[in-house]
C-alpha cells in the first residue's frame, strides 16, 4: 500500500509517498481503509522536530521515532481484531490515529466513532484534533456558559472555526478575530462579531470578554488578561509565542502565577482525543450544528505540497488529503 514516510527531521522535503506493507489490525485494533484525512499543526511540527520539546514529549532527539505522519481520519472498517466489539466491516467511521496519510491504517476502536450518514468522509476528517481541541478548550478548560461574551483569536484556522461555531452552539455571543481575507469566513460560520486584527487590535479596545480562547495565541498573556472581564478565563490552545523549550515553561509560570493573584484565570489545553467528545462532535456533524470549512484538497501524493501550505498560516480551515483506491481483486 501507498503510505506519506519520513525518516529525519525536516521540511515537507522530508516527506516521501513509499509502498509499504499493509498493516494487520491486533487484536484490539481496527483496519480502515482510509477515504480521507486532514492536517493540524502538529503534523509539521513533528516532521520537523520543533519546537524542541516535541522531540522530547515524541522521543527521537536525532530522528523521529514516529515516521508516519497524520492523525484525523475517515474511512470504512476494512477488519476489525478478534476483541473489537463496537464495529464490523463496512462501517464508515472517523477518528484519530497514527499515520492517517495512508491508504490503510490501524487504530484501536476507542479512538473512532461511527460516521454521520449525511457527513462526507473529507468533512468527517477534518473534525477529530481541530474540533475536540475546540470543544475541551471552551467546555472544560473556559466552563463556557450560555451568554458569555466570548473572544476566539484565530478564528479562521482548523480550531479557530470550530470554536466560533461550538461557543455559538452553547449560546455564547461571539467574536471572531482573524485577517482581512477571512473576514467573510468568520461571518458565515456564525461569529456575531468580527475584529479584523490588521486594523483593530482587540487587546487595547477597551472591551472585556468573559471567555478568550487562543486558537492562535499571538499577544502576550498579559494583553490577554488585561481583556478579559473579572473572574474571565483565558485558554491558549497553540500558535504564537516563544515556541521554545524555556519560553514554554516561563509562559506556563506565568499562566500559574496570574490566575493566583486575581479572579482572572490563564490556562493552557493540551487536548484528549476520546470517544465519548467523539460522539459529541458525531452528534453536532450530523445536526449541522458545526459545519467542516475546508480550504483546499490534495491527494495522498501531494502530501508535502499540502503541509507546505499550512505552514504558510494563510489556510481558511482545514486541508484535507483525499484518496482513491483501485479496485484490487
Same mark, same amino acid.
Given at each position: ?12 522535503? !522530508? ?35 520543533? %519546537? ?16 508516519? %505522519? ?93 470554536? !466560533? ?114 460522539? !459529541? ?39 484535507? !488529503? ?8
Amino acid at each position: 500500500m501507498k503510505a506519506i514516510v519520513y525518516h529525519n527531521y525536516g521540511s515537507p522535503d !522530508v516527506l516521501q509517498c513509499e509502498e509499504i506493507e499493509k498493516p494487520t489490525p491486533g487484536d484490539k485494533e481496527i483496519l480502515i481503509k482510509v477515504r480521507a484525512a486532514s492536517l493540524n499543526a502538529l503534523d509539521w511540527h513533528l516532521m520537523r522536530g520543533k %519546537p524542541w520539546f516535541i522531540r522530547l514529549m515524541f522521543g527521537g532527539l536525532r530522528k523521529p521515532k514516529i515516521t508516519r %505522519p497524520g492523525r484525523d481520519v475517515a474511512g470504512q472498517v476494512e477488519a476489525v481484531g478478534r476483541n473489537v466489539t463496537q464495529f464490523k466491516p463496512g462501517d464508515e467511521v472517523f477518528g484519530a490515529c497514527i499515520g492517517s496519510f495512508a491508504e490503510y491504517v490501524c487504530t484501536v476502536e476507542d479512538k473512532l466513532v461511527l460516521k454521520p450518514a449525511n457527513t462526507s468522509f473529507e468533512d468527517a476528517a477534518a473534525v477529530p484534533v481541530a474540533a475536540i481541541t475546540a470543544l475541551q478548550g471552551l467546555r472544560d478548560k473556559g466552563r463556557i456558559q450560555r451568554g458569555q461574551r466570548v473572544l476566539v483569536d484565530g478564528a479562521s484556522g482548523g480550531v479557530g472555526t470550530f470554536a !466560533v461555531q461550538i461557543a455559538k452552539s452553547f449560546g455564547a455571543e461571539v467574536t471572531a478575530v482573524c485577517s482581512t481575507s477571512k473576514v467573510d469566513t468568520a461571518r458565515a460560520i456564525g461569529a456575531d462579531h468580527v475584529i479584523d486584527y490588521t486594523r483593530t487590535d482587540f487587546t487595547r479596545s477597551g472591551k472585556h470578554y468573559d471567555l478568550i480562547l487562543g486558537a492562535n495565541a499571538y499577544h502576550s498573556i498579559f494583553d490577554y488578561r488585561r481583556s478579559l472581564s473579572q473572574g474571565g478565563i483565558y485558554v491558549g490552545a497553540g500558535g504564537g509565542g516563544d515556541q521554545s523549550l524555556p519560553g514554554i515553561l516561563l509562559e506556563m509560570l506565568l499562566q500559574s502565577f496570574l490566575s493566583l493573584i486575581g479572579s482572572k484565570k490563564m490556562l493552557s489545553l493540551l487536548a484528549n482525543i476520546n470517544k465519548a467528545d467523539l460522539n !459529541v462532535l458525531k452528534d453536532l456533524l450530523g445536526a449541522g450544528t458545526i459545519v467542516p470549512v475546508i480550504d483546499r484538497r490534495y491527494p495522498l501524493s501531494e502530501v508535502a505540497k499540502a503541509v507546505r501550505y499550512l505552514e504558510e498560516g494563510h489556510a481558511k480551515g482545514k486541508v484535507v !488529503v483525499t484518496l482513491e483506491h483501485e479496485n484490487k481483486i
